[in-house]
């Protein structure tokens, strides 16, 4: 018995012993949540602003970030010290991790890689759709239930996961209240997301969205899509979208989410008040 | 005896229990060490990055960053970003946790603010000097010992600690490689710093040292001193001594350090390549 008791301490020890003490003064969880619609399990990393007892059941907005394993912890620096010098609100970061990118974060099914050549890795594309209800229907709720949210939500991707971001504003324009793309891959499947802009642009059903969007240094034709783009969008004078384009030429399209998250934040807060309501 | 045994599962469990799953793929860790230098027990946030294999056995450059309560989550995020695609070289950072910011990060006492008024939080200002020591006789060989360091060393500050690199850069030019001041409060105590720049600039033993400063939209006196010290550094045109001096008109005195220290960083590892040794 006492050999029990001292394996017990032992094990409690090894236990302790096991967790250093982490610098995280914000809860970043990590989630798993069960999709039906997609019929597989989805990591989420989750992280919740330490709010003061006053504020503590203030409703947070919430930020949808896809590729989240990339770039929630860029996400999660800015909004936290953001938030924390009251440049924007406290806010709800949830990252959703990828399990096959290229199915989830595509429009349509597409083989042909940037360079027109056949990629075998593109066979799953195309999953927009199932990916986008399992956001609408299953994530939303899931988040919505576990954390005091409130109204507005903002949907972020770079890349794939920009032309998800524009794809979801022509197809679900309501769905988030603002929208980042970064470097949104518009040659994707014969530039469909620049075709369906151009198709569904005039008809949008909007409430004063905001949208950002932006380019690197990728080369010339990745870039011409994006300026094509920024022209409908002009062109287009929409009163209930209001939108920003900046170019970013000393940046990769890898180093360009660092300046261009950023600057995506500060452009959708750029009117709020600490003393807003949201 | 059970009740005991019961009682050991339950602290087991809780321990166990209370650590929820965090994101965290690096390392970023609280450590305490005691300074003699400074008499007081001194914390550290570490954010060690996780290399291949095959990279395990690489000496890393450290970034020292004062005010690590306020900056180290975002240097943090930048680095593991930065590094993970290549456009920086993985490395270390040490986040120094403030006790007595006025103390520690002014180079001499002064108990005038910057409207001139005299202010009780000031009283302990002028620590400089003994802080430095610590970092240069303790921190150092603390973080050297327990990581595999290269050469290569970094000192970021903001504000006070920004005038504290400066003052570094000043009295101990080859104690780092490269320093970064972002709105280096240079009015303090009738312009101590910029009066030393003008003193000792000239005579400065510097081995290829990399400077970056900068200023947002703070008002005016402290922006033209920050001018007066750029006007200093290229009338100064010294050989070993690289600078990059950048103005963010858009951003406060607090939101600066966002774009700056990213600036900065991307300034530094300008040259740098994947498959530079350093």
Redesign the interface.
């Known amino acids: 018995?006492r050999y029990?008791?001292v394996f017990?301490?032992f094990?409690?020890s090894q236990?302790?012993a096991q967790?250093?003490?982490?610098?995280?003064h914000v809860?970043?969880?990590?989630h798993l949540l069960h999709s039906k619609v997609l019929q597989q399990d989805r990591q989420l990393?989750i992280?919740v602003p330490h709010l003061d007892s006053a504020a503590a059941n203030t409703a947070l907005p919430v930020l949808y970030l896809l590729d989240g394993e990339?770039?929630?912890?860029?996400l999660?620096?800015?909004i936290?010290?953001?938030s924390h010098?009251q440049?924007i609100p406290p806010m709800i970061v949830v990252?959703i991790i990828s399990v096959d990118r290229v199915k989830d974060l595509t429009p349509t099914n597409s083989v042909l890689n940037f360079s027109g050549k056949v990629d075998s890795s593109y066979k799953t594309s195309g999953g927009n759709e199932p990916f986008l209800t399992f956001v609408q229907q299953e994530l939303m709720p899931y988040v919505e239930a576990k954390y005091k949210t409130s109204a507005v939500k903002i949907l972020a991707g770079h890349s794939f996961g920009g032309i998800t971001t524009l794809n979801c504003l022509l197809t679900r324009p309501s769905l988030f209240d603002a929208y980042i793309a970064i470097s949104p891959s518009l040659w994707f499947a014969n530039k469909f997301v620049l075709h369906l802009t151009e198709k569904r642009l005039p008809q949008l059903a909007l409430a004063n969205q905001k949208l950002f969007y932006s380019v690197g240094n990728e080369d010339g034709s990745f870039r011409q899509d994006v300026v094509r783009f920024d022209r409908l969008i002009k062109k287009g004078r929409l009163k209930n979208l209001e939108h920003r384009y900046k170019e970013y030429p000393a940046e990769?399209h890898?180093?360009e989410p660092?300046?261009a998250y950023?600057d995506a934040l500060?452009f959708i807060y750029k009117d709020w008040k600490p003393d807003s309501v949201k």
Do not use: C, D, K
């Open positions: 018995m029990l008791i017990l301490l094990i409690s236990v302790t967790v250093p003490a982490l610098y995280n809860s970043n969880e990590v990393y992280q990339n770039h929630f912890h860029l999660a620096a800015y936290e010290y953001l010098w440049v990252g990769s890898m180093s660092i300046p950023y500060r």
